[in-house]
């Protein structure tokens, strides 16, 4: 809502029509946002493996004070990084007058490549990887359990569990490293060797990314999908709704 429109009359337009301040000032909310989404979804991983490795520590240690704390740091931290990011950039002089380009130095776009790519990406996956190990084995242990009498929901149990969980981690990682990946390999290059064509391609992968996160991480569950259905029609504005218990699939 607040990135895409203004990218989409960059992309039309020769050239820039807002000033050198809003370049600056667009660069940095941008870049707070793609921040913003990218700690997302490392306090979700975060979250997810104390949830599924700590089951009985969770409620201790993910308070709501605490994840108030985290994400307003989060959102400190990212703000300075954006901001020396800004103040440091230079504008391309081999662009009409008014564009709003931008170039790095190689420096920063190692630091960046860093901080935005490697470290949240590798925290993820290895996050997500335990989470995967950790729900097997208790997989196994209930299956163990209920061996006796119930081979046949034994190994369906397994199979079901084993399958979401690594359907639900091959697509997160696979479409974050698609959206990333191609952009950094191409922005540690000289960025006049990169056609702008490209570059913009790469850039709309990114919030294209952002868009399909919250898609991602809600969508897989099942009472998500059934409040996004009440309140589509409309039925959320009834009485009754508040007393809909949305984590079976029986009304209350």
């Known amino acids: 809502i607040i990135v895409m429109p203004i990218e989409a009359i960059r992309l039309i337009e020769t050239c820039w029509y807002f000033k050198d301040t809003f370049c600056r000032l667009f660069m940095l909310i941008m870049g707070l946002l793609l921040s ?82 490697l470290f949240p990406c590798t925290l993820i996956i290895t996050l997500h990887l335990r989470i995967f190990y950790v729900a ?16 046949v929901m034994e190994g369906s149990v397994r199979r079901k569990s084993e399958s979401k969980a690594a359907l639900t981690l091959g697509i997160i990682v696979a479409i974050h490293l698609l959206c990333w990946i191609p952009y950094y390999i191409l922005t540690l290059t000289e960025n006049t060797a990169i056609p702008p064509t490209i570059l913009y391609c790469l850039i709309w992968a990114l919030y294209i990314n952002s868009c399909v996160n919250p898609l991602i991480y809600a969508l897989f569950y099942p009472w998500f999908r059934k409040s996004v259905k009440y309140i589509l029609t409309f039925r959320i504005f009834q009485p009754a709704s508040s007393r809909v218990n949305i984590f079976t699939n029986h009304h209350s």
């Open 36 to 117: 913003a989404s990218l700690s997302n979804l490392v306090l979700i991983a975060i979250d997810r493996f104390v949830a599924v490795c700590h089951p009985l520590q969770y409620p201790q240690k993910i308070t709501m004070t605490r994840m108030l704390i985290i994400v307003c740091l989060c959102c400190f931290f990212s703000s300075v990084y954006n901001i020396a990011i800004v103040v440091s950039i230079s504008h391309r002089t081999d662009v009409c007058y008014g564009e709003c380009n931008i170039m790095l130095t190689f420096e920063w776009r190692v630091i960046d490549l860093i901080f935005s790519f």
């Open 136 to 151: 097997q084995k208790q997989v196994k242990v209930i299956n163990s359990l209920m061996k006796r009498g119930k081979c």
